[in-house]
């Protein structure tokens, strides 16, 4: 199972306050699905305001694969001027 | 300055070649929006509400519609109905209800100045005395200006929408209070409750807007056939495109958005406040439609940054090691939500250690221009109260500022504010420079004082696209749809040039229209010569394949055989040996291969990373006014690798003339009827090189290893630590803590005073 790490404002808008999660997801598609199917509008959410890490590094693919021990950062992201 | 001299092994890289668009920029013939004209074109005009806020009850056009010469009148009920929805901008994100109604208002008007009807007529001055002839039926509503008003028991509410997001239990009556955003690690009041030194007060700053030269203004062209054409001038020509097809319904293929030059953004350039407002109006009247905003139109009706109440509390050790700090601070969003409220709170201690830490974040609404991105939207606002803390806690402990703030800065491998490790950052460095800067131990003068600050900005890497071709001849075209806002078309030409072996004027760089290019995010987020950059990097290589392939086929050889180097292909093995062909010799036998040698790229780089700056500041205060005068700046900054150092060393040095504005006179003055009082530049007090001294710089080189030549952004990141460098500087020139901003001469002799 991949470890989700949910940071503000995700966890407490999406997940009842959770800090992380733990899902079963080929890749990053697959775990946002997964999520979405337990508080639907995450995935909205997700593709409108985060930025995603897997296992330490920034991704942009969602198509990333992920494994049993992935973990899989969500934090908001910083828009510029 | 202090630039480095080209020291590495780059060609071109790092060296100051003159801009390939300034000739065309100082004769005037570059074409900015006001500049642009359409076959056919008529002239649009904005009739703005009177009132902070009011209820529209119903607007009569048809007086406006008979002027002879008005061929179109639209109101808030001509633009489709659009739900509710988070949409992406990009790096961002926003409502784009919102981003409709603030382009015209629908149900009620939410600030002076909000726009609540249009007229196109064959000239301006009839749009004009057009729009006197609408009759707007406006129950006036009790409005909302500050922080304190908003939030205040009974106040009007502006939004029946809103309610306050981000808190444990969701609200059930709507609020004033749009967000709450909160970051917390560990235990930070038992870390305080422990620490030997805890410094607490409380800070302010104003709203303040991004003072381009360049009005709003955009031509919009709308056919029979549903295809349409907009040239507008804006920091992304696909954000337009994008945002004006959302708001109206439209599909992105049948919008074709042209680029013009801009005169300057800063943040404020990312969103549209006439393009759909066009659009209509010339798909009403069948003609193409010009809408330029006047100066008071931007000053009332365009976002500033918003500004921030905070309070701070922050402690350390006796040696001086931060323990924990907590901050709150409420952001005055203007008319709809979507102030700054996350990045202000991840930034505000993104620069240092702190082990345990609460930052909590509010966004209150009120009925003021909504707000809009400004240069590192958000940090400025919540590094300023933590940097003058930082300031007095090295007092308080006998420490040197700059040693307290090395003994606590982060550095590479430490947990970034993406809660990702740090890579190459050279925050430390940078506080080296500025510890070694002869300013820092220059001897001051009679009433003045020393401030310095650090800060920091994340940055961004996001898509761009580039397009990159040899003509026959050799000479090279490089198509990016980034506008080009502070030299990119220098460093685009520079980065290819340096890649492929080839002179730097031998590469021409022209920005495309949406339908001529692939997509590229607006140059905003520090990220075009970073992204767009590395795309133009990226073709090169690829060209430089092809080439040596056609090489090879030329003389029979192997690629493996042939070598690119110094703009030419190199023989290394067989018969021909020792032979060269010049870029030229390859490009002109395009016909016997699969025609021009061309490559297109596209790219989204996770890999940025976030720039660090140090800012040393003495100011001078005459005691008998209070009037404060910045005699001496020095700028230090990580700027990874300066592609162009002029255009690096522009940007630290008008980052901090901002900030220099916004800590000293830059803030809008409001009536009881809430009417902007200061809507242009002879009262909005922005600085000018009058009262600036030369602002020194100092680029520190950590390269980005993200990066084929190691750049990282670089604009935003020098307007964060000026609010801090200023106010310590003043504060130690008066003998007074001065933590409100602007320190205007009132405010400064009031707290003189005080002190006495």
Redesign the interface.
Known sequence: MARV?L???FG??FFG?RDHLDIDAGNVFALVRALDGLAPGFA??A???A?I?VN??????WDTRLNADSEV?F??????? | MNAPENPSRFRIVGTRPVRPDGIDKVTGKAIYSPDFAAPGMIHGAILRSPHAHARIRGINTRKAEALPGVKAVITGRDFPTVES?????G???GNILHTSRNCMALEKALYHGHAVAAVAATSEAIARAALALIEVDYEVLPHVITVAEAQAPGAPIIHDTVFT??L?ETPITPSNTSSR???ADGDPDAALAASAVVVEASFSTQPVH?CYIEPHGCVASFNADGQAQIWASSQGAFMIRDLTASILGLRQADIRVTPLEIGGG???K?TVYLEPVAMLLSRKAGRPVRIMMTRDEVFRASGPAPGTEATVRIGAAADGTLTGAIIEFTSRGGAFPGA?V??SA?HALAHYRVPARRVTGWEVVTNTASTA?????GAPQTVFPVECCMDELATRLGMDPIELRLKNAVRPGDKG?????LGAVGFVECLEAAKAHPHYTAPLGPNQGRGIAGGS?????GPSTVELSVADDGSVLVVTGSPDIGGSRASMAMMAAETLGLPYEAVRVTIADTSSIGVSMAT????TTFATGRAVVDAAKEVIAALRDRAANIWGAAPSGVEWRDGAAHCLTGDNAGQSLSIAQIAGRAGQFSGQVSSVVSV????YLPGFAVHICDTELDPETGHLRVVRYTAVQDVGRAIHPDYVEGQLQGGSAQGIGWALSEAYSFNSAGEVENAGFLDYRMPVCSDLPMIDTVMVEVPNPGHPYGVK?VG?VPIVPPLAAVAIAASHAAGVPLRHLPLSPDKVYAALQSRN
Not at chain 2, 373 to 377: D, F
């Open positions: 790490v940071t503000p404002p407490t808008r306050g909205d959410e593709g409108s305001r930025a890490a330490g590094t920034a991704i942009t693919a950062l934090v908001l992201r910083i828009a510029g001027g | 929805l988070e949409v992406s901008l790096e961002g994100s997001s981000g444990d955003f909160v970051i991004q800063f943040g404020g990312t700054d996350h990045p991840m991105a400004y240069r590192a939207p504010l993406n809660h990702l490790p900005w994340a940055n961004y890497g905003a987020g520090s990220r989204t780089s996770p890999d952004g935003e």
